[in-house]
């Protein structure tokens, strides 16, 4: 892809990926619409056509589920179909995919089932990963199913905030690293207990410093390894979203992805922003040793604030990154058309960076994200599918597609939990 603009003729079908990675056959059982769906899902482009909730985002949510086994919105028990949760004694929820790649076929079982909470007490669910029928842990779903996930809200990624592109930032980097989100989820913990020992503290008046070294240390362990793997992320990320940046506006600007760690062992002048101006600088080489030393020097210094306020002030559950078009951060000084061209430069540029990460393509995910993008940057989305196996699309409106791009795709009308598709060849 890199700076090279790809021809506008360019369709689905046209540019088969040296590793083909596809899910051919999909089961979901109570998961959302669906009591009971079984499909085989063909490559290339398919188009998912129905009015809103109908069914269509929840096929595209299964497959991205299986990726990380984490919920897109809400809860996982908002997954469990809403009248299996009211009619069955034991409500489940079970996602199956057979998954094929250039060397293997890899089965995918995801499963949330719920057990007897007692009387008056919500049923608390077990979440269960089998890859191959061995079971497996949430982390090791890394590298067995990766799909990138284009939303409408996705739009909202430049001028939303800092929470939304921490989130996504970690669903991205958890989908090729096992190590990744077992990391995140430690970290949670340790902030909430720390947190919960400061207020107690804070509150009390009395302090225990030898307890509060020991989150310490813990925290700032948790903590350097999500700042590192993130500041790596996005310095790879980076390479290919410049690229086609400058292609997507003609060249008029290059786009920066600025990780801005809430705590940073770096000098701070040397990126501060003023006036919207910002000068990149490299993390990722920092050795995670110095960065757990400097924090935990940094927390010491911060210790009475901390007691007052009863909360940790630094570490990367505040970590922060901003959308640099030309030195100007777009989320305070750019358009919304310059918003929309860096967000979909960021979204194509996942397809490379995990096909750099994983040696495999990704399967691409787009809900309803058409409607959202002018004619123009409508054609620069469809004329880069092809670079992937399988892409699954959602709309409303066929129209939204150019009539030679439908000739091509296959087509399928999802109506109240039904997946009507036509009984032709292709």
Known sequence: MGGTRLPSQLLPSCLPPPHPVYIRHLSLTNFRNYRRLEVSLPTGALILVGRNAQGKTSILEAIHYLTSASSLHGTDRQLLNWLAVRTDANPFMKIVAEVVTAHEIRKVDVRLETSDGGFGKERPLRKTVLINGVRKQVGELSRVVNAVLFLPQDMALVEGAPALR????????????????????????????????????????????????????????????????????????????????????????????????????????????QFGLTVPIQRARLAEAQMMTSMQARLLELRAEELARGVTVIGPHRDELRFIASGVDIGLYGSRGQGRSAVLALKLAELQWIHARTDE?????????????????RRDLLERTGVVQQSLMTTTDLDGFEPAFRAQARIWQIHQGTVEIPDHKR
């Not at 958890?174 to 400061?198: C, F, H, I, M």
């Not at 990704?362 to 004619?375: H, M, R, W, Y």
């Open 166 to 273: 921490r989130r996504y930032l970690d669903a991205l980097i958890s989908q090729v690293d096992p190590d990744y989100a077992p990391t995140l989820l430690e970290y949670g913990k340790v902030l909430t207990q720390r947190n919960a020992l400061l207020k107690q503290f804070g509150e009390s008046g009395r302090s225990d410093e030898s307890q509060l070294q020991f989150w310490d240390v813990q925290l700032c362990q948790h903590g350097a390894i999500l700042i590192n793997k993130r500041a790596r992320a996005l310095e790879e990320l980076e390479l290919y979203a410049s690229r086609l940046h400058r292609d997507l506006t003609g060249g008029l600007d290059y786009l920066h992805l600025a990780y801005q760690p809430n705590f940073d062992p770096v000098v701070q002048a040397s990126e501060q922003l």
């Open 361 to 377: 393509y990704p399967i691409l995910l787009l809900d309803e994200v058409l409607a959202e993008l002018d004619s123009q940057r």
